[in-house]
């Protein structure tokens, strides 16, 4: 496996798809590899970053808004 | 996500606690938020689609019959209310062609093939983080590249990763939500995160 060809299964080996046979020759490649690793390193760090983006906050107004139509809703 | 949560969940909210309804719309407001702005594109839009939908579930709550978890089920109609609004809102602006034009179900290197030699290994290779401050990596201005990076993807990249990373979802329940093949969830997915590695990679160096 070269550099090109590890890259592309990156996504695989987090999601934990490889073969087995894959997944040791993806490790072995990884282990000499400093570009690799840091790229692998990334990867995880990008889908971290990503992650966060779920934190945005519910503008009060909508709050109370869905907060009377459950109430509302549920009367009925 | 333990199932004995959900069902408990379930029965408040049919009970009327409102505790767990706003719990429910605080937890799932932001990844509802950015799977809205996969389809409509434009945040007060999206907004419309997040209330919509929540309307529409208040509504459902008792016809909900627990095939898929409570989760899914409000992610399922999100989509739903977001494409019936795109296909309104595409008679005025151009945004439905970009969906048209979409290829991400393809296999495409992610990675600019002049960083590698000819023997196909790093000629310049991505340099490590660990020596850039965290609290710059995992910064907020960090965050922005993130969401602008993303924002940027084809929609159909868009829609996995948001799923998958922002909302949390497994692979599995991907495919079933979107209707799409294992293997091309796999193969937008991996577009996706590539896309945003290379925009941090190129804010961070």
């Known amino acids: 496996m070269n550099c ?8 695989d080996y987090i999601e934990g798809i490889l073969s087995t046979d894959e997944r040791a020759r993806f490790e072995a490649h990884i282990a000499g590899c400093d570009g690799c690793r840091a790229y692998l390193a990334q990867m995880r760090t990008a889908r971290k ?16 808004e869905l907060l009377d139509a459950f109430r509302n809703w549920r009367r009925l | 996500m333990g199932e004995g949560i959900e069902d408990s969940e379930l029965a408040a909210l049919r009970a009327g606690d409102e505790a767990a309804f706003r719990s429910l719309i605080r937890r799932y407001h932001g990844p509802m938020f950015r799977l809205a702005m996969t389809y409509v594109g434009d945040r007060g839009v999206a907004e419309d689609v997040v209330q919509e939908s929540w309307l529409t579930c208040v509504r459902g709550l008792d016809r909900f019959e627990g ?5 899914t089920w409000i992610f399922g109609i999100v989509i739903n209310t977001a494409r019936s609004r795109r296909r309104k809102e595409s008679r005025i602006l151009p945004f439905a062609s970009f969906w048209r034009r979409d290829d991400s179900d393809q296999r495409r290197p992610t990675v600019d093939r002049s960083r590698f030699g ?10 490590s983080w660990d020596s850039i401050p965290e609290s ?40 079933s939500l979107l209707g799409i093949s294992a293997a091309n969830e796999r193969v937008r997915l991996h577009r996706a995160r590539a896309a945003v590695r290379q925009a941090l990679e190129e804010y961070l160096r």
């Not at chain 2, 095939?67 to 989760?71: N, T």
């Open chain 1, 4 to 11: 090109r060809q590890v890259v592309e299964l990156m996504t």
């Open chain 2, 136 to 175: 710059k990596v995992l910064g907020d201005e960090t965050v922005q590249h993130v969401r602008a990076a993303i924002e940027a993807l084809p929609p159909k990249q868009r829609e996995v990763i948001v799923l998958r990373d922002v909302a949390g979802f497994e692979a599995g329940e991907v495919s």
């Open chain 2, 118 to 127: 000819s023997d196909g290994m790093w000629q310049s290779g991505p340099l």
């Open chain 1, 49 to 64: 970053l990503t992650h966060t983006l779920a934190d945005e906050p519910l503008p009060a107004s909508l709050e109370r």
């Open chain 2, 67 to 71: 095939r898929s978890s409570l989760k």
